[in-house]
């Protein structure tokens, strides 16, 4: 838990100080980057998220239903935060007065989808369970589960572009301190979502079935930002084989590791 909360937190830190401290960052080596590691979301949201929300849920179709609600949830939250999630960096540079505004509501939203994405990583939750072999007793009453270490992986590498477009986009518009201070804010926010949602696991305020509407919006909303990552990597339908073999790469890649990890 300890362990999540810092890589969680310092990831987005110090991926939001690349592009803090390299502001001339070129834009090309960053869509691929971002090609990859939306490909591994994609990917670990495909095989480790959906099969196992499907295996464990009781009603399967109610399950669907949060996947799709958690979908259209996150094209609503992408308007706020202008999609920065899934990696879009608008230079709103020519604006006078909704530039506030346009700040805060990048903050909002954004920090609402990070914050419903760090409750994936609730311990004892069916999905991240059991993050350390040494936590694995015979008898335990749990079943093994594969791969969650996989889960953490593919977070911390959608959290890395996520949190470097961020610091991108607040570059344009505001003082450097100002933007260390969001970012921060920004860091904590995952932590924050799997410490209260933990919270209210192990207190009993949120059940399963609670848990499980939670996790099955994360999966609809990362489906809609690995999938539009896929679609905005190419807008004008061309196809680029770089890209294409980006993705088979991160798809190889979390393959290997669900079943080795
Ligand atoms: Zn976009
Ligand atoms: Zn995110």
Do not use: C
């Amino acid at each position: 838990m300890t362990f999540n909360f810092l890589v969680l937190f310092f990831t987005a830190l110090f991926a939001g100080g690349l592009a803090y401290f390299i502001p001339s960052w070129e834009e090309r080596y960053f869509k691929l980057v971002l090609v990859f590691a939306g490909s591994y979301l994609f990917a670990i949201t495909v095989l480790h998220i959906l099969p196992e929300l499907f295996v464990e849920s009781s009603d399967p179709t109610k399950m669907g239903f949060y996947i799709l609600l958690g979908f259209l949830l996150q094209q609503i939250l992408a308007l706020l935060s202008t999609g920065v999630e899934h990696g879009h960096i608008h230079h709103p540079d020519h604006q006078h007065n909704g530039m506030q505004v346009g700040i805060w509501t990048i903050m909002i939203g954004l920090f609402l989808h990070a914050f419903l994405e760090g409750t994936l990583l609730t311990e004892d939750g069916s999905l991240a369970g059991h993050l350390h072999e040494h936590e694995e007793h015979v008898g335990h009453g749990h079943h093994h589960h594969h791969g969650s270490n996989n889960l953490l992986l593919g977070i911390l590498l959608h959290k890395g572009p996520e949190a470097f477009a961020l610091v991108a986009v607040l570059m344009a518009s505001l003082k450097k301190r100002w933007v260390f201070a969001l970012l921060v804010v920004f860091a904590f926010a995952s932590p924050l979502g799997m410490v209260l949602s933990n919270y209210m696991y192990e207190s009993n305020i949120l059940g399963r079935e609670g848990l499980n509407v939670f996790y099955g919006m994360v999966a609809g909303g990362f489906l809609h930002i690995s999938t539009t990552i896929f679609f905005e990597s190419s807008p004008d339908h061309r196809f680029y084989l770089n890209k294409v073999l980006i993705s088979i790469l991160a798809f190889g890649l979390a393959v290997l590791l669900e079943m080795l990890v």
